[in-house]
């Protein structure tokens, strides 16, 4: 009934800039918190981003910070994560992720109930 598709993945050199976007359908996601995570080979699933609600608060791992933008379209139902200035290190498997959860824990892996089934940045140096 509730299913997120992540778009906008590919191959880049380092400097490079992506647009990654996620789709929902199935329930309206528009009050829901949404995030990004990923996973590079051999690594556990680490928190990108995420935001709250409307949209009006957005939290970054350090390591993407100044680098990174998440927004969404609410009328959409989309999320999408900005990804500039991109390095070697950022080449990983991309997931959205969506909660219903009210209280906001976002940089979790285990609050997020709903999760896409990922695209792959893959960054050369």
């Known amino acids: 009934q509730v299913q997120l598709v992540e778009s906008g993945g590919g191959l880049v050199q380092a400097g490079d800039s992506l647009r990654l976007s996620c789709a929902a359908s199935?329930?309206?996601?528009?009050?829901?918190?949404r995030g990004w995570f990923r996973q590079a080979p051999g690594k556990g699933r680490e928190f990108v981003a995420a935001t709250t609600g409307s949209g009006s608060s957005t939290y970054y791992a350090d390591s993407v910070k100044g680098r990174f933008t998440i927004s969404r379209d609410n009328a959409k139902y989309t999320v999408a994560l900005q990804m500039d200035s991109l390095k070697a290190e950022d080449t990983a498997v991309y997931y959205c992720a969506a909660s219903t959860n009210g209280d906001y824990y976002g940089s979790l892996e285990g609050y997020y109930q709903y999760w896409g089934q990922g695209t792959q940045v893959t960054v050369s140096s």
């Open positions: 199935g329930r309206a996601f528009s009050s829901y918190n």
